[in-house]
């Protein structure tokens, strides 16, 4: 009984100097400055949001909903995370062309935007999404807890929602410089018969929204790391 | 790992830059679970001076400097804890975490792609 008791004794000891010798999981909030530096008095424009489809397709229904989407989800973000000072929209602005990178070249057109509202900076798009609708089996690794051994199996993927694709600058209006581009891809699923409704397209993207705020303003990205306590 | 704390306990009974060391990393996390990062990193710091080449306390300095935001030494010190111990297992979750952190947030776009970088998730 006694040697029982100084065995669980040992064992106990070891046991918590394991446990202190070893890492313990911690949250940090890692600080990331925004890559612009903007003082918040700034004026901002958003727009133009051009479609950029791929090589020849032609622009679809979704293309069109997207870009529309995409502004009000732009303005959202900037408004309300970014804490910006937007202008409303120029309901006759053309742009002279839809090609983004085309028209970066054209300063006059950034410049008369500043002519017509005093926007400092405009942020501008171009965008391309792509309904997904694929499904098909893949082969993949499967180690069963039977035996151990590895096998392969096959395995239904589906793959069904919106792929983005944008382009986002924002440009000096004054001198039609461009201070800033991102390019973001981000997948948005959705269910197979719920692919023919343009509804919530921009919903819950942490990705794209996150990407977005971090041009504007500083933010804390939540990591988990192991640290050692003696 | 036992053999590795009564070696480390039995040093630091008997040498007192490592009980030091080894006090300073236990308020140096303490500072650091209470988010006072700045304390933690010096205290991890003078640990590292008391008792240095110690992987464990370089694990502890390069999270600390990522905490401060001094992402650039945090990854030469992830790389020389790694050179001490390539095989300590927190150290290396922590520096290919911090890796998929930097490739997303830190590096430049060209240097992530080649660096096969895509977006982390939050909890990376």
Known sequence: MRRKTIELLVILVALSAVCSAGSREIRIALHLDPELPLDGTENVYVGPILIEPREGENVQSVDLTAAREFEIFLRKILRRDA???????????????????????????????REENAADLAVAASIDVKVLDRAGYTTEEYVSPQDGKTYFRQVMVEETGFSYDILLVVVETETGTVLHREQITDFQPKSERKLEEYTDMFTDLYTLQNRLVGIFVPRAVQVKRALYSN | M????????????????????????????????????????????HANELTPNQPRILNNIAVAQEANGLFEMALLTYQEGLTLEPNNNALRRNYMRFQEFYASYIAPPETAAEEGGEDAPEDN
């Open chain 1, 83 to 113: 804490q910006l000072h937007l202008l409303p929209q120029l309901e006759d602005l053309q742009p002279p062309r839809n090609n983004l990178a085309a028209l970066l070249l054209d300063t006059d057109f950034w410049k008369a935007i």
């Open chain 2, 2 to 45: 036992l053999a590795a704390t009564i070696s480390t306990g039995v040093a630091a009974a008997g040498n007192p830059d490592a009980k030091e060391a080894s006090a300073e990393m236990k308020w140096g996390f303490k500072a650091a679970r209470r988010g006072y990062w700045q304390e933690a990193l010096l205290r991890f710091e």
